[in-house]
Antibody
C-alpha cells in the first residue's frame, strides 16, 4: 500500500525556518516525481514545488522561490521542504503528493502556523 | 502564475449532470494536455479524479469525465449523488514547468 506521511509542521515565528519531511513507503520512491502542495485555512490548493525522480530537475511557485528548497533522499525514501523567511501567509497545511501529470497519492498533510 | 478560474459554486439535484469549467491561458490549459481534476471533502486530502484532460485513475467512477476546448477544461459529473458534494479543483502544467491549481468549485447536491 502506498503511504506518504508528512511531519515537521508546527508553530514558527515570522522570519523563522522549518523543515518538513515526507516519508514514503509501498512503492519504489526513486522512480517517481514528487511535489509539495499547500492549503491555507479555508482556502484553495496551491502548488508549491516539484522535484524529479533523480532530483536533477526542481521547480517552484514564484512566491516560494528563494525561500523554499525542495530535496529528496532516495536512499531514505524521503522528501523534504526547507522553508525559511516564513511569513504569516505561509500558514497552511502542507501536503506531499506523488505524480507528474496527476497527483495520485497524497499524504495527510502537516500544519504549519506562522505567527508571533 | 495566476490561479486558473473556476466558478465558485455549482449545484444540481440527484441524478442530474453538472459541469465545472476551468479557464486558463495558452501557457497552461490551452498549451498542454496535462489538466487534472481533484475532489476534496472537508478535512480530507484531495483525491485525483481525472488526469491528462480525460483519463480516469483506477477506481474512479465513470460518472466523472473530463474534456478540454481551447483554454478551458471541463469536468462533468453525471448521475449526481449525495457523496459527490465536495470541493473540486482543476490543475494544469504550465510553460514554466510549474503547476497551477484552479480557484476551486463547491459542488452542492440539492
Amino acid at each position: 500500500e502506498v503511504q506518504l506521511v508528512e511531519s515537521g509542521g508546527g508553530l514558527v515565528q515570522p522570519g523563522g525556518s522549518l523543515r518538513l519531511s515526507c516519508a514514503a513507503s509501498g512503492f519504489t520512491f526513486s522512480n517517481y516525481e514528487m511535489n509539495w502542495v499547500r492549503q491555507a485555512p479555508g482556502k484553495g490548493l496551491e502548488w508549491v514545488s516539484y522535484i524529479s525522480s533523480s532530483g536533477s530537475s526542481i521547480y517552484y511557485a514564484d512566491s516560494m522561490k528563494g525561500r523554499f528548497t525542495i530535496s529528496r533522499d532516495n536512499a531514505k525514501n524521503s522528501l523534504y521542504l526547507q522553508m525559511s523567511s516564513l511569513r504569516d501567509e505561509d500558514t497552511a497545511v502542507y501536503y506531499c503528493a506523488r505524480g507528474y501529470s496527476g497527483f495520485v497519492y497524497w499524504g495527510q498533510g502537516t500544519l504549519v502556523t506562522v505567527s508571533s | 502564475q495566476s490561479a486558473l478560474t473556476q466558478p465558485a459554486s455549482v449545484s444540481g439535484s440527484p441524478g442530474q449532470s453538472i459541469t465545472i469549467s476551468c479557464t486558463g491561458t495558452s501557457r497552461d490549459v490551452g498549451g498542454y494536455n496535462y489538466v487534472s481534476w481533484y475532489q476534496q471533502h472537508p478535512g480530507k486530502a484531495p483525491k485525483l479524479m481525472i488526469y491528462e484532460v480525460s483519463k480516469r485513475p483506477s477506481g474512479v467512477s465513470d460518472r466523472f469525465s473530463g474534456s478540454k476546448s481551447g483554454n478551458t477544461a471541463s469536468l462533468t459529473i453525471s448521475g449526481l449523488q449525495a457523496e459527490d458534494e465536495a470541493d473540486y479543483y482543476c490543475s494544469s502544467y504550465t510553460s514554466s514547468n510549474t503547476r497551477v491549481f484552479g480557484t476551486g468549485t463547491k459542488v452542492t447536491v440539492l
